[in-house]
């Protein structure tokens, strides 16, 4: 894990204090003041390493954590993707209006058709509904075996906002999608709709 220049502040922030109150504090008082501190490192830490991504368009705001570089979609329908190489692990965003669908279900089930359709082998789970940044969305688990002959896991999340259906696709061989699926749910909740220029 690496800091940036405020990180490495706080770091020596932290050690001026306890010289500083050390003589002075109960063992009490310097226990709770070591956790405020650590856990104020640990956040500067973690958000100087997250990568703010933007779509093609720039409707659609997504973040990443260390270890993912963007990449230039293969496909114009393709909105964004970020690939982490050391994990083997992508992240598709796919982006549509809602005017051609009926609904959040309707869409859902036709992207879940098209993706089992790709693959042999397919498992799928029933769906579950949940809310992403307020906005409702249905969410799949995928396996199957891709055109390359590897055992491949999806975590498929399609969130509707006020005028699309927004598809975040975390995928990685099956081996790893338990390691893998927390990092995925991470990500697709960082999801942002910025609204159209006028």
């Not at 496909?75 to 809602?98: D, F, G, R």
């Not at 789970?125 to 940044?133: C, F, I, N, P, W």
Request: net charge positive; hydrophobic share 40%.
């Amino acid at each position: 894990m690496t800091l940036n220049s405020e990180g490495w502040g706080l770091k020596v922030a932290v050690h001026i204090a306890f010289r500083r109150y050390d003589r002075v504090m109960t063992p009490r008082a310097r226990l709770a003041t070591f956790v405020f501190l650590i856990c104020c490192l640990t956040t500067s830490a973690c958000m100087a390493e997250a990568t703010v991504l933007t779509s093609r368009d720039g409707r659609i705001k997504l973040q990443v954590p260390d270890g993912y570089a963007e990449r230039t979609p293969p496909k114009a329908v393709i909105s964004l993707e970020a690939v982490n190489e050391a994990e083997s692990s992508t992240i598709l965003v796919i982006s549509e209006s809602q005017t051609q669908f009926d609904s959040l279900q309707a869409y859902g089930e036709i992207v879940r058709q098209m993706m089992i359709d790709k693959l042999k082998d397919a498992q799928v789970d029933a769906g579950q509904k949940l809310q992403v940044s307020g906005n409702p969305a249905i969410r799949y688990e995928i396996t199957g075996i891709s055109s390359g002959g590897l055992r491949m896991a999806f975590l498929l999340t399609i969130i509707q906002t006020d005028t699309r259906f927004t598809q975040v696709i975390g995928s990685c061989i099956r081996s790893a999608f338990s390691d893998r699926k927390q990092e995925f749910e991470n990500i697709t909740a960082t999801m942002k709709e910025v609204p159209p220029k006028k």
